[in-house]
């Protein structure tokens, strides 16, 4: 059971180059959703996705954008990659509706160099 | 709103040593908290959770950490430190009914030292 799976591992641009990571789940959970993690900020909160065919904005969605292609899959676009960007995302998935069930399951992460 | 609040970026012990690691949190509404591990280079995973009913919420690795209302507390312990549980631990809080979204806390870094 692979859970939730995370492409590529490691990724360096330049910036103004644009890139997507993907994201994918096995469980049949239905929400996704995309985490950067910066060092002493934590993890903080880009994009959701509560279920297939919505999407929301997290605390920090600028020069981001997302696409939950179906239940499976929830990709993390950088149009225009700024060195701000340089971070590691997490994708997590979780099941809804379920009492108690705030649990998430995390990817390995990515880690993306913006030069 | 919600919002967690990890007192001490990084913590040290001796192997052996209790383990205390403190999160406070804030929140408009009853909260479910969690507490995450990262390993080294790897995603986070699910320590404990308190949703609901007993107020000590024992995980895995020995961990245990105690929902105390009076302090809007959650804080981590365990008894005797171990090498391998060096490693970030993450708070996260989120609204009671599940909910769309957890807040993190920034993290506490934890070294075991010989």
């Known amino acids: 059971n692979a859970g939730v799976t995370q492409t590529p591992k490691f990724q360096v641009l330049k910036t103004g180059q644009s890139m997507t990571l993907q994201c994918a789940q096995d469980m049949n959970h239905n929400s996704m959703y995309w985490y950067r993690q910066d060092p002493g900020m934590g993890l903080r909160l880009i994009y959701y996705?509560?279920?297939?065919?919505?999407?929301d904005k997290g605390e920090v969605p600028n020069g981001y954008n997302v696409s939950r292609l179906n239940k499976r899959e929830f990709s993390l676009r950088l149009e225009s990659a700024a060195p701000s960007q340089t971070s590691v995302y997490f994708c997590a998935s979780k099941v809804t509706g379920f009492p108690g069930a705030n649990v998430l399951t995390f990817g390995a992460g990515s880690r993306l160099t913006v030069l | 709103a919600q919002s967690v609040t990890q007192l001490g970026s990084h913590v040290s012990v001796s192997e052996g040593a209790l383990v205390l690691l403190r999160c406070n949190y804030s929140s408009s509404v009853p909260p479910y908290l969690f507490w995450y591990v990262q390993y080294p280079n790897q995603g986070l995973q699910l320590l404990l959770k308190?949703?609901?009913?007993?107020?000590l919420v024992k995980g895995i690795n020995g961990f245990e950490a105690e929902f105390k209302k009076s302090e809007t507390s959650f804080h981590l312990t365990k008894p005797s430190a171990h090498m391998s549980d060096a490693a970030e631990y993450f708070c996260?809080?989120?609204?009671?009914?599940?909910?769309?979204?957890?807040?993190f806390g920034t993290g506490t870094q934890l070294k075991v030292e010989l």
């Open positions: 308190y949703t609901t009913g007993a107020t």
């Open positions: 996705s509560a279920s297939e065919g919505t999407t």
């Open positions: 996260a809080v989120s609204r009671t009914g599940g909910g769309n979204k957890l807040t």
